[in-house]
Structure formats: structure tokens, C-alpha cells
């Protein structure tokens, strides 16, 4: 019998295939209360055993990682290291079993993690849980080192937990679904790399599912078909081949250049967030770095990166790119921890501690040496290197930033080291950067702005993209997003300032037309979504389509209002949607 689920796509994709079910074995569960052992240190030398088995395992996937699994992974091993050192206090003050030790541990964390009113915080119960089943596993001798499926499955769970993903991806999996997760987790991360298919469906009852049962996973549109009809198979089968037409098509198209019909040209950047993906920027069509995240250069340490560990990081990845470097500084919180900053858990911490805010209170641990690092590297390769502020939302941050600026310099020009500016830019993320633009320009030499979408459009529409349950209201195609966006774009113009946008809106089908009918010409995505972005852009003839854009954003009410107007634009121009 046909059954249909919604849910929300964390990977896009479109596959048929069967499903395999993934059961975890619940050792949770199993760790069951027990007489106090006699032997304290004994059992803590099980659980340095167990530990260390499975820092083997982490160590050996971190073997074959890219650089963003490698940095998930470093964050694992601080879990667990912290997680044991707990455990072993509790063998010894209390005489318990190891098992009941990692139980106890894990289950005071989880409550705290859940009672967090951020989603985000909430999302780390499924690292803490991944360690900890996987340690009482071993302690209980019911560990499973790997998990084995065939190959072209649908794995469908309660939960899928990041070293469960970097074992099935490993076996040839089609795509996931599973009950519980988020849209920034570590698992809908790595799916988005590796282009692997990912739902999340709230409803789901996997205990109904069964192996062999077949689905059709349409992470377009949001939609889960457990054993479909004929009748909607064969509706399926010509979008599945559309799919991957399309596909090969914006394959094609990723290596040319992104002109509109009527002439105008668009650079089509990427997003990147390791040495490794700038590396192979080029195979997939991107004309430069538009946001360099730098966040894997600073996690897995005991201590902050000095300017020579940034620096040396930088030149390798601008030496590797042809066009131009947008460097963004670093943006963590209480989020994103580190081990060498004491970061106090917050209630939400996409409204606390992050960004600028965090880099101008740790200025000397992170903000100083990533600025002595950037101007000597600028000294070398001149504009092709560019640097910009996470979330500002005070044009006093600027200012703040630009003394640490010349203090640097001071510092640098004593020691006779050559060094030069590099072109300075805000993200605009916040709605008070958005309106106040005018007034950023006048604290600093900002030449350039860049709209980070994401975090723009959660916090225009008050909604967080993390939490499943508002998760329908996020829209980034809402006309009061369109409208701030629009009025952005002619603030900045007034200023003198270059556009350019980052974040998931730059590679949603439906935003791109809007985006370059209001003018933005510079737009960065990720490098997978290289190719279908320049593959829109080229259908486009902006004069045609800019005076129905203008009008739709002034009158538009809803998202859906907006999608239906631009959904019969694109099919005017032979764009082909998968709806």
C-alpha cells in the first residue's frame, strides 16, 4: 500500500530504489544498573580499553575524510575524551560499572542539551549519543565496527548519527531518511557534500518499514513514497529521468562563462570551507572563493592558530584559486566550540556570542593574529585576497576593528615586515546592517558587502531554519525578505559599494532571477551547485523579466505568491523544473 510523507529536504536529490532499515541495537537500554564492582581501577582500565578501540576507528576514518569530515571528527574526539574523563571520575568517587558510568554521563548532558531552547544546541544529544552507544557497545562486547548495507539503498532511522554516515557512504547508499536531525547538523553537512539524497520526516514510524520495501525519495520537493503505485511510478520514472538529464546538463554548463541572454555577466563563486575544496574549485566551474570559511583551521586545537599557521593556510589556498579570495573572519560561538576557549553554553546562541561580537572580546587569542596574517599575505598577492566581519550589526564594530587594524600595522612596520591592506567587507546577515549601511561606510573603508542569506532570513521573519517544527515558515523567496534585500542592494549602489550574496539562496532556482533583476552580479554557492546556477543565469534576458521582478516584489504578500510568478518565468525562458 502506497504511503506519502513530507518532510523537510536537508540534501536535495532524487532517487528510486529499495530501503534498509537501520536499527541501532539499543545498548543505551542495556547498560543496566549493577552491584558495585570491587575493583575500581580495573574497570576504569575497561574503559580506557574501550576508549582507545574506538579512537582507532575514529582515527581510521579520519584516514580517507575530506578536510570538512576531519574537522567533525576532531570534534568527536574532544567529546569523547571529555566524555571518558567524566566517566572515570564517576567509577572511582561512586564504584560503578564502566557502562553505567558512560550511561549516568551521557544522560546528564543529553537533559541539559535538550532543555536548551536552540535547536542548535539541542542537535549535539546526537554526536554525544553516537559516542556513547558506540563506547558501551564495546564495553558490552555487542559493538558493530561497521554497518553493512548494499549498495544503492535508501537508508531509512530513527536517527542517523555522523559516524553511521561515514560508514554507509562508504557502501554505496542512495540516500537517507530518518525520523529525527536538522538542517545544520553534522549528518545533512556531509550529505550535502557527498550530493547524497537527505529527508527529514517528523512523522515518520520506522517500525512500520521493512527491508525490500521500495521509495521514491524526492528530496525536491519534500517527499517520501513508501511502496508507490504503478500509476506513480511511472509518473516518477520521466522526473527521475529529467533528473538526471538536468544534472548532465548543468554539468555541461558549469564550465562556461554565466552571461544572461541580453549580455550581462555574472561570476558565479563558490562557498568553501577547506584547502581541499578550493583545490578542485576550478573542475567544478567556480570563477573564485565568494566566502572562505575558517573554521577548520582553528577547530581540533589545544590552542589558537598563530598568524603564521593562518597565513601559511591562506597562501595556499589563493595560490590555488585563479580569480579572488573572500576570506570571512572567524565565526563561532557556543555553538561551535574549540578546545581552547571556555565558551559558556547559551540559551540561543545564534542571537549571542558569535561573530565579531566573540572576536573583538577574544581580540588578542583571534582577532590580531588573523589580521597579522591577511596583511602580510596581502603584501604578496595584492586585491586577489579580500577580507570580511561576520555579523555586524554596530558600524562601532568596525571601528573597533579598524584600531586592531593599525595596531598590527604599528607592529609589523617596526619590525620592518612588509604588509598591506587588504579590500575590507561586511556580511550583512542582520537586519540592523541591512538598514544602517550607510552609516557602516562611514566607520570604515568598507569597499564591499556581502548578504549571507541564511542567517538574514531567520532573523527577518523571527524563524529558526533549524527547528523542524516553524521550519515550513523559513523562506527566503518571503517579499519582506525580497524587499530588504532589494533595498540593500540600492543602499549599497548610493554607497559605492560592490554586491555580492552567500548562503543557500544563491543556489535556490527560483531566487536566481530575482537576485540579478535587482543587480547583484556576483553570487557564491556551493561548488555542486556551480553548474545548475550558470545553467539558469544563461536562459535569462534580465530587461524582459526586471519590470515583472520590480512589481512582484512590491506586491507580493506570501512566499507561494512569489514561487508561482517566477515558476512560469523560468518555463517561459525553457528553464526545466523538477515540479
Known amino acids: 500500500m502506497e504511503r506519502i510523507y513530507r518532510g523537510l529536504v536537508a540534501s536535495p536529490g532524487l532517487t528510486y530504489s529499495a530501503i534498509a532499515v537501520l536499527k541501532r541495537k539499543v545498548v543505551l537500554e542495556g547498560a543496566i544498573e549493577s552491584e558495585k564492582v570491587r575493583d575500581v581501577n580495573a574497570e576504569v582500565d575497561r574503559l580506557e580499553r574501550a576508549k582507545k578501540r574506538l579512537m582507532e576507528e575514529l582515527e581510521k576514518l579520519k584516514e580517507s575524510a575530506p578536510e570538512e569530515e576531519k574537522d567533525l571528527l576532531d570534534a568527536e574526539v574532544m567529546m569523547l575524551e571529555a566524555l571518558v574523563a567524566e566517566a572515570t571520575e564517576l567509577i572511582l ?25 536552540s535547536s542548535t544546541i539541542a542537535l549535539r544529544v546526537h554526536d554525544l549519543e553516537d559516542l556513547a552507544t558506540r563506547l558501551i557497545g564495546i564495553l558490552m562486547g555487542v559493538y558493530e565496527k561497521e554497518v553493512k548495507l548494499l549498495r544503492g539503498k535508501v537508508v531509512v532511522a530513527d536517527k542517523i548519527l555522523p559516524l553511521d554516515f561515514m560508514n554507509l557512504i562508504r557502501c554505496g547508499i542512495s540516500g537517507i531518511v530518518s525520523r529525527e536531525g536538522g538542517l545544520t547538523s553534522h549528518v545533512a553537512i556531509l550529505a550535502r557534500s557527498y550530493g547524497i539524497p537527505y529527508l527529514i520526516v517528523s512523522d515518520l514510524d520506522v517500525s512500520t518499514l521493512s527491508d525490500g520495501y521500495t521509495c521514491i525519495l524526492d528530496c525536491i ?9 504503478e500509476s506513480t511510478l511511472e509518473r516518477y520514472r520521466d522526473v527521475i529521468a529529467m533528473y538526471r538529464e538536468l544534472s548532465r546538463v548543468c554539468r555541461e554548463e558549469a564550465l562556461k562563462e554565466a552571461v544572461t541572454r541580453d549580455g550581462i555577466r555574472v561570476h558565479v563563486l563558490c562557498n568553501v570551507g577547506s584547502i581541499e575544496e578550493a583545490k578542485v574549485l576550478k573542475s567544478y566551474g567556480g570563477e573564485g572563493i565568494g566566502i572562505l570559511r575558517l573554521e577548520f583551521v582553528y577547530m581540533g586545537r589545544s590552542s589558537p592558530p598563530t598568524a603564521e599557521d593562518i597565513e601559511k593556510v591562506l597562501e595556499e589556498i589563493v595560490n590555488s584559486v585563479d580569480g579572488e579570495v573572500t576570506v570571512r573572519a572567524l565565526d563561532i560561538g557556543a555553538d561551535k566550540p574549540v578546545k581552547f576557549l571556555q565558551l559558556t553554553p547559551e540559551s540561543n546562541p545564534q542571537l549571542g556570542l558569535r561573530g565579531i561580537r566573540l572576536l573583538l572580546q577574544y581580540r588578542d587569542e583571534l582577532l590580531k593574529p588573523f589580521i597579522e596574517a591577511t596583511l602580510r599575505l596581502a603584501a604578496r598577492v595584492g586585491d586577489k585576497l579580500r577580507i570580511m566581519l561576520p555579523l555586524v550589526s554596530s558600524p562601532i564594530e568596525v571601528k573597533e576593528f579598524m584600531k586592531i587594524v593599525e595596531e598590527v600595522e604599528n607592529e609589523l612596520r617596526e619590525k620592518g615586515v612588509r604588509y598591506s591592506r587588504p579590500k575590507l567587507g561586511i556580511m550583512v546577515e542582520t537586519p540592523a546592517a541591512a538598514i544602517l549601511l550607510d552609516r557602516f561606510v562611514k566607520a570604515g573603508p568598507i569597499e564591499f558587502i556581502s548578504l549571507g542569506t541564511n542567517d538574514l532570513t531567520q532573523y527577518v521573519l523571527a524563524v529558526d531554519r533549524e527547528n523542524p517544527r516553524v521550519a515550513h515558515l523559513y523562506s527566503e523567496l518571503h517579499p519582506a525578505v525580497l524587499r530588504l534585500i532589494r533595498d540593500v542592494v540600492e543602499r549599497a549602489r548610493r554607497c559605492g559599494l560592490d554586491v555580492e550574496i552567500c548562503g543557500e539562496m544563491t543556489s535556490n532556482v527560483y531566487a536566481i532571477p530575482i537576485l540579478i533583476s535587482i543587480g547583484i552580479r556576483k553570487l557564491s554557492v556551493s561548488p555542486s551547485f556551480v553548474g545548475r546556477t550558470k545553467y539558469v543565469i544563461r536562459k535569462l534576458n534580465v530587461s524582459k523579466i526586471k519590470p515583472i521582478i520590480d512589481e512582484l516584489i512590491d506586491e507580493a504578500s506570501t512566499p507561494e505568491e512569489v514561487r508561482e510568478v517566477v ?9 526545466k523544473l523538477l515540479v
Open 93 to 117: 568517587s561512586e564504584g560503578i560499572r564502566a557502562e553505567v558510568a558512560v550511561k549516568n554521563v551521557f544522560e546528564r548532558y543529553a537533559k541539559q542539551l535538550k532543555e536548551a531552547s
Open 221 to 229: 520537493n519534500g517527499v517520501l513514497i513508501i511502496n508507490p503505485r
Open 567 to 575: 515558476t512560469r518565468l523560468l518555463r517561459d525562458f525553457g528553464v
